[in-house]
C-alpha cells in the first residue's frame, strides 16, 4: 500500500522567504510527527498531531515554524522568513500502534 | 535532561560477523523504545518496537533487549550482511507527559563483503 509521502522532495529558497512542506500520511493513522534532521545531527521532534486533540508544539524552535493538519489527513509545515540554518531534512511520520512510518523527506537549502 | 546516546558511532565489520549496537537513556521511566534504520537520503524504516513492559523484541536476524533500570537497550545484528549497511537510530518516548521521541544521533554501520 502507499506510503507517507512528502512534497516537493527538494526545495531551495533565498532567505527571507517563506516555504511551505507537505506531508500525506498513511490512511487511517491518526498521529502525526514532525522532525528536522540538520547535517551530522539527529532527529529533532517538532511537532505532535494526534486526532482533534490540541497538537504539541513543544519543540518549534521558534515562531517563525508552523504547522496544521486539515481533515485529520494531510499536513502543512511553514517556515516563515526563512534563515540558513533552517537549511535541513524534514521529515514527517505517522503511526499505527506506535509504530512509526516515515516519508523520505525534503531537504530545504536556505541561501 | 531527558537523552540518548549511541555508541559507536561508526563501525566496520566484516560480512558474517554478529554484532551488537549500543543505545543508552537517561531516564528509566520510560513509555517505549524503537530501533530504525536510515539508508543515505532515504528516510527512517522501523525494525523494532519494545513497549515499556517488554524485554525484548526478535525479527528475523535482528533482536533488541531493553533494561529500563541501566537506562541500555541493544540491538543484536545476526549473521550480518553487506545490506545491513545503514545508519542505525534509536529514539525513545518518555514517561514525561509529551508525545515526542528523543532519537540518538546514530550508529554508521558499513558491512564489508
Known amino acids: 500500500g502507499a506510503g507517507v509521502s512528502q512534497s516537493p522532495s527538494n526545495k531551495v529558497t533565498e532567505k527571507g522567504k517563506d516555504v511551505e512542506l507537505r506531508c500525506d500520511p498513511i490512511s487511517g493513522h491518526t498521529a502525526l510527527y514532525w522532525y528536522r534532521q540538520s547535517l551530522g545531527q539527529g532527529l529533532e521532534f517538532l511537532i505532535y498531531?494526534?486526532?482533534?486533540?490540541?497538537?504539541?508544539k513543544s519543540g518549534l524552535p521558534s515562531d517563525r515554524f508552523s504547522a496544521e493538519r486539515t481533515g485529520g489527513s494531510v499536513s502543512t509545515l511553514t517556515i516563515q522568513r526563512t534563515q540558513q540554518e533552517d537549511s535541513a531534512v524534514y521529515l514527517c511520520a505517522s503511526t499505527a500502534q506506535e509504530t512509526q512510518y516515515f516519508g523520505p523527506g525534503t531537504r530545504l537549502l536556505v541561501l | 535532561k531527558q537523552e540518548v546516546t549511541q555508541i559507536p558511532a561508526a563501525l566496520s565489520v566484516p560480512e558474517g560477523e554478529n554484532l551488537v549496537l549500543n543505545c543508552s537513556f537517561t531516564d528509566s521511566a520510560i513509555y517505549n523504545l524503537q530501533w530504525f534504520r536510515q539508508d543515505p537520503g532515504k528516510g527512517l524504516t522501523s525494525l523494532l518496537l519494545?513497549?515499556?513492559?517488554?524485554r525484548e523484541q526478535t525479527s528475523g536476524r535482528l533482536n533488541a533487549s531493553l533494561d529500563k533500570s541501566s537506562g541500555r537497550s541493544t540491538l543484536y545484528i545476526a549473521a550480518s550482511q553487506p545490506g545491513d549497511s545503514a545508519t542505525y537510530l534509536c529514539?525513545?518516548?518518555?514517561?514525561?507527559?509529551?508525545?515526542?521521541?528523543?532519537f540518538g544521533t546514530g550508529t554508521r554501520l558499513k558491512v564489508l563483503a
Open positions: 529514539a525513545v518516548k518518555y514517561l514525561s507527559g509529551t508525545y515526542k521521541y528523543i
Open positions: 498531531f494526534q486526532g482533534n486533540s490540541a497538537p504539541d
Open positions: 519494545i513497549q515499556s513492559s517488554q
